[in-house]
């Protein structure tokens, strides 16, 4: 077992303001996608600048903010914030869910793929690759909080979290392994994928598909929602229900991006 390293979620105590390491995970993973997406233009078809690319980012960053946050509230915890709206805003304590943030992000680049007549695939397949970057962040970032632990292990690397619901037994730190499959693996795969042009919704329709999948396996190792529990077959939970549209639209993407370019 390795201990668990209990980070404190303050990175800097101004005394007048906190900066939290969520939040600073939230602007490294964007700043990094920003500085990608510049470099991947340069052998995209689409034409935009620098200032585009930027105002893309823009729209991104609140569809993941907006979409990730009502995501949480709805699908994991509806009744708790009806009881407790302010804490809608405390985003600083984490509560982000990947998939309202994936439908944010979609809603985004469909304003802005609409507003400039660019291909709204074109655009996803462009940004796709990049998107596993804020993710690992995003995953780390749940470690450092100590939230989203996995369950009872008895391997080298089980931690005991702090969290009084962990119940002070070894746990499997389930963030990390998100932050390896669904980071540092899915970056590879889509930036290694991506290196040469590819089919229209090639390069989302893979990321849809990995990410389900990962998701999905890495489900069984982490615990669900205290108050949501398992949703079926006493196995089932949200995320991996949720992951299901996700690789069935993945297949679907892949299979229209080479089928209609036969």
């Not at 290694?192 to 598909?209: H, K, N, Y």
Request: include cysteine; charge should be neutral.
């Amino acid at each position: 077992m390795i201990s668990y390293p209990n980070i404190d979620p303050v990175a800097i105590d101004l005394g007048f303001i906190s900066i939290y390491w969520y939040g600073i995970s939230y602007v490294v993973g964007i700043l990094t996608a920003w500085f990608l997406l510049k470099y991947r233009v340069r052998q995209s078809q689409l034409l935009l600048d620098n200032q585009q690319i930027g105002d893309l980012v823009f729209f991104v960053m609140l569809g993941i903010i907006i979409g990730g946050r009502l995501g949480s509230i709805i699908f994991y915890n509806f009744s708790y914030y009806l009881e407790h709206p302010l804490e809608i805003f405390y985003i600083h304590k984490g509560g982000m869910s990947f998939h309202g943030g994936l439908i944010g992000v979609i809603v985004a680049v469909w304003f802005f793929s609409f507003n400039r007549s660019i291909s709204f695939f074109r655009v996803t397949d462009f940004i796709a690759p990049v998107v596993p970057i804020g993710l690992g962040c995003g995953r780390i970032a749940n470690f450092i909080n100590g939230e989203l632990w996995g369950g009872p292990s008895n391997l080298p690397w089980a931690m005991i979290f702090p969290d009084p619901a962990a119940g002070g037994i070894s746990r499997h730190p389930s963030q990390l392994y998100e932050a390896f499959l669904e980071g540092l693996v899915l970056f590879i795969i889509l930036w290694w994928f991506s290196r040469i042009p590819r089919p229209v919704r090639a390069t989302s329709g893979l990321f849809l598909f990995f990410y389900g999948i990962f998701r999905f396996l890495i489900e069984f190792v982490r615990m669900p929602d205290q108050h949501i529990g398992y949703i079926a077959f006493n196995w089932l939970t949200l995320g991996q229900l949720l992951s299901i549209p996700m690789i069935i639209f993945g297949m679907i993407f892949l299979l229209m991006a080479y089928k209609l370019n036969d």
